[in-house]
C-alpha cells in the first residue's frame, strides 16, 4: 500500500475523487469514464495512472479494453471512508451516478447493440428499396391518428411528414420567417390538419391537455430554459399523453453557439432524464440513436416518456 502521505495527495483532486466514487460500485473502462464525465481520454488516462501508482485503482483486460475498478486493499481502507465524506462534497457527484447507471444499462441492452449494428449497415451498404424515408413512412402508418404538437418546428419539415398520418399537428417556433414559409409549404401541399402557430417554446400558445403527443426535434437546446419547456409540454398533453425528444448528446463544440445559435450544447443521458422525472414523466427512456463520423461526431439522444393517466 502507498503511503497515505501520497494517497492524500491524489485524492485531493475533486476529478479524481469523482472517479474513485464511480469505481466503487462498478468496473469501468476509460471510454465509459469519459462518457460519464464528459472529459478526454488523455485526462482520464492521466488520473487513472496516477491512482494506479498511489495503489488505489487496478484494471484488467477484457477484449479490447481495460477495466478499472478499486483495489481490495483500498476498499476497506480510510478511502471509504473518505468516499463517504467526498459523496456529500462533490456537486456532481449525484449526476455522475445517474450516468454511470446509462452507462451500464448500455452494457446490457444487447437489442440496442443489434439496432445499432443495423443502423451501421443502413446507407453505407446499397440495398434496393432500402431507405430511412420509407422506414419512417411506414412506421408512420402504424401510428394512430393523434393530435400532435411540433415544437421549435422550424419551417416544418418534420411536422409535415406527422401530418401525413396524425389527426392534427400543430407546429410552434418563435421565427416569424420560418413560420410564414411553413404556411406557404402546407398550402403549396393542400395538407389541411397543419397549422403553424408562432410562440415560444417555454409560453406554448397551444391549450392545457389538448395534444396526444408533443415533439421536439432538435429544438430544446436552443430553449433558454428547458426546465420551463418541458413543464409547457406537460401542461398541453392530455393525460396519457408522450412526449418525444430528439437532441444532441452535451458535446464541447462551442462553435455552435455562433453558427447555429445553440442556447445549450446538447444534454447528457442522465441530465435529460432527470428533467423529464422531475417535470412529472413516468417510464423515461433514454438512448444514443446516431453518430456522425465527420468531426465534431455530433451524436444524437433520443429521449421518451409518458404523462400518467
Partial sequence: MASIVKILRVVADPNRLRILLLLRGEELSVAELQEILVMGQSTISTHLSQLKQAELVEDRRTGKSNLYRLTASSAGSLLIELLDRAKQEIPEAAEDQAARRQVLRKRQDKMRSFFDSVAGRLGKDYVPGKSWKSLAEALLRLMPPLVIADLGAGEGAFALLLAERAKKVIAVDSSAKMIEVGRELALRHEVGNLEFRLGDMEEIPI????????????????????????????????????????????????????MYADEWLGFSESALEAMLEKTGFSQVETSVVHKEPETPQFQTLLAVGNKPG
Avoid at 207 to 221: N, T
Avoid at 245 to 257: G, Q, S, T, W
Wanted: hydrophobic letters at 45%; charged letters at 30%.
Fill in 207 to 258: 391549450d392545457d391537455a389538448s395534444v396526444d403527443l408533443v415533439f421536439f426535434s432538435q429544438s430544446l437546446h436552443h430553449a433558454l430554459h428547458p426546465e420551463c419547456a418541458l413543464k409547457e409540454a406537460w401542461r398541453i398533453l392530455v393525460p396519457g399523453g408522450r412526449i418525444v425528444i430528439l437532441d444532441l448528446v452535451k458535446h464541447r463544440f462551442e462553435e455552435a453557439r455562433e
